[in-house]
């Protein structure tokens, strides 16, 4: 993944990075509110040599020092120095447990030594500073005290007395907060790659391109209101809804300009994608742009055209094919514009032996030679295998993916099963698609700007011609 993915990633579960992120600083607001202040107390020692005279004497002192410093350092957290602050003040804790209270550093090059005491009282904490100090003095003076007797050529004086803190030293609610929103963050992008790795379902484009090279004929944008108004003209003519459809029109033109195909089949791989609004609302918009189209209601098992349309589907493919009625008098002429539409008629025992046969072969190329276009909606692709039959007998097919629906394996196995038959798979659509958000689908295309918005599909391979305008 690049980051691009990562950051696509991020925008698709940013809900739930959000919510890490602000548990995180709710955690470490609570771990500041609950743990007990800590105050801290400072105390500072200048480290002289006891020897006066020239100036090289000085510097030998000075020397001298500045190479005992460190080992004074040293010397504070011992029993040696802890143990009669302990009993000058009647602590309750030992040497061990209160060394890791106290901390002795040195700056470089310098003669002297800091100390600071953190306690759960400030007046505490300085007592113990001062205290530490004192014994630190004497057990200086008792080791650098030579054994022939006389002073010690070392001598440490306190240059900052210890004084109680008037604010606390920690907890850092500063630093607390900003760990928490950081280990929140990181707990949250954790969890969205880990959602991103089990949650196999499409959302958009770019899960499509990661399993396929097939084109993205386009995406139908999300629209409440579509369960209870799936078709075109419900909708408004300038909503995103109404825009996508108009933008697969033009998209497809393209995407059929080497096959030439006539007939399209529209089809999914799992049932509740929207295959059957597609195909449905796809010949509303090509016949919108001027077309003679025949929209076939190929789906023998659940044909949902006729419902859509408000059409009786009594008569209609099934008895076209087994020659009840001639297929001129079975279609129904629906709406304003010149859309004839061939319902399912009524379901027989055996879609795919008629879907399959030399009569539907023979029906197709007599709609292809009355109709500018004809689209056929068809059964999914992995419950049965009416699609796959039937797209041997088209030009091309159009795969329809619902976005949260479909999982990236089941396009994979429905687009093998067409490569499988020889199919000229024309392209996906995203059905279902978000208008805002990381999985937006993107509605323009430079390379088709150019084209004039009055082209029809069938027209595209010879501009010159005038589409035919007549019917079965």
Excluded at 101 to 109: F, H, K, Q
Excluded at 184 to 210: K, M, N, P, Y
Excluded at 237 to 263: D, G, I, M
Excluded at 329 to 335: D, K, P, V
Aim: one cysteine or more.
């Amino acid at each position: 993944m690049d980051l691009q993915e990562y950051l696509r990633l991020l925008r698709r579960n940013w809900i739930l990075v959000t919510a890490s992120m602000l548990l995180g600083l709710l955690g470490g607001g609570v771990a500041s509110v609950m743990v007990q202040p800590t105050y801290t107390s400072e105390t500072q020692l200048f480290v002289a040599t006891q020897s006066s005279g020239s100036v090289t004497e000085l510097q030998q002192g000075n020397s001298f020092s500045q190479a005992r410093v460190q080992s004074y350092v040293k010397t504070v957290a011992s029993p040696l120095v802890l143990q009669p602050a302990i009993d000058a003040l009647g602590l309750g804790s030992t040497a061990a447990e209160l060394s890791k209270r106290v901390t002795a550093s040195t700056d470089l090059n310098t003669v002297l030594i800091n100390i600071a005491v953190s306690d759960k009282s400030p007046v505490q904490a300085a007592a113990i500073a001062q205290a530490v100090a004192d014994s630190l003095i004497r057990t200086v003076d008792s080791l650098e005290k030579p054994k022939s007797g006389g002073a010690s050529p070392v001598s440490l004086s306190i240059v900052k007395p210890a004084v109680a803190p008037t604010e606390p030293s920690g907890p850092n609610t500063r630093l607390n907060l900003v760990g928490g929103l950081l280990a929140g963050l990181v707990l949250g992008a954790g969890g969205a790659l880990l959602r991103s790795t089990l949650d196999t379902r499409i959302r958009g484009e770019a899960d499509v391109r990661q399993i396929t090279d097939v084109s993205v004929l386009g995406g139908i944008a999300f629209d409440r209101d579509a369960t209870k108004n799936p078709l075109l003209t419900q909708a408004a003519p300038q909503s995103p809804r109404a825009e996508s459809f108009r933008q697969l029109r033009t998209n497809l033109q393209f995407a059929n300009v080497s096959a030439h195909a006539k007939t399209v089949l529209v089809t999914s791989s799992i049932p509740g994608e929207g295959k059957s609004t597609t195909a449905t609302n796809l010949a509303i918009a090509l016949a919108q742009s001027g077309q003679v189209v025949c929209l076939v209601d190929a789906d023998l098992r659940r044909p949902m055209v006729s419902e859509y349309l408000g059409l009786d589907r009594s008569v209609g493919l099934t008895t076209a094919l087994v020659g009840d009625t001639d297929v001129a008098e079975a279609l129904q002429h629906w709406g304003e514009d010149q859309l004839y539409v061939l319902t399912s008629g009524m379901i027989p025992p055996n879609p795919s032996e008629l879907l399959g046969s030399q009569e539907m072969r023979s029906l197709i190329e007599r709609l292809e030679d009355s109709f500018d276009s004809v689209v056929i909606d068809a059964p999914p692709l992995i419950p049965v295998t009416d699609a796959a039959v039937l797209a041997q007998h088209v030009g091309g097919v159009i795969m329809v993916a619902g976005a949260q629906t479909v999982r990236r394996h089941e396009l994979q196995k429905s687009l093998n099963a067409l490569n499988l038959v020889g199919a000229t798979v024309l392209g996906v659509v995203l059905n279902r698609v978000p208008t805002k958000g990381a999985d937006a689908y993107s509605y323009s295309y430079a390379s088709y700007a150019s084209v004039e918005a009055g082209t029809s599909w069938a027209t595209v391979g010879d501009l010159g011609e005038e589409p035919p305008r007549r019917r079965a």
